[in-house]
């Protein structure tokens, strides 16, 4: 598919601050990574490099909402122990092929903006808001009660950017391996089996 000016420098804010974090990456490093005119930036992004970091961030959290989706199909029999596990092994697969360099750009931006940028830190709330909804939905689906999904969802989010985060530091992808294997028998522990519908 082929990605407009302005697409393109979204997503490569979004790759950026992965890597650099917000302070590091530049309106001029996102023209170049983008391959995108420098003058471009000010008639797409009037409102200047919030603007820009905002709209990669909702990008971010609408495509982690989306893999959740496509993620829970794939699995074989599912379970919320499956789901949680193919989420971790997402992130276990780049860093094994990619090395430990690019994180969430969710957890960059709050970790960079949230006591400098309300609106940046409203911006990040909301993906992550728009990523636990439909995490929440396929433990539903899954058999969890309702009074239980959200709050589940709310853990494995939590859970996993927390061992991201570790996986990062120690350039190792066992913390990933180790919250899978604590936190499945919790979450297959939620399932009601009267309740289960099938995806």
Known sequence: ????????????????????GVGATGMRDVAVHAEAPRGSLQHYFPGGKD????????????????????????????TPGKLFAAMAGQWRDQFTDDG??????????????????????????KAF???????????????????RSASLAVLMLSTLEGAIVLARAHRDVAP???????????????VDRRRRREI
């Open 176 to 190: 990933l391996e180790t919250v899978v294997e604590e936190l499945r028998p919790l979450l297959d522990g939620a």
């Open 51 to 78: 603007q820009l970091i905002a709209e990669a961030v909702a990008w971010a959290g609408d495509y982690a909402a989306r893999r959740v989706a496509r993620v829970v199909t794939k699995i074989e029999n599912p």
């Open 100 to 125: 430990f360099d690019a994180g969430c750009p969710l957890v960059a931006t709050v970790a960079d903006t949230a006591a400098t940028s309300d609106s940046l830190r409203e911006a990040v709330g």
């Open 1 to 20: 598919m082929t990605r407009t000016p302005r697409e393109r420098m979204v997503l490569s804010a979004a790759q950026l601050v992965r890597i650099h």
């Open 129 to 147: 808001d728009g990523w636990q909804r439909p995490v929440a939905t396929a433990l539903e689906q899954l058999g969890v009660p309702p009074s």
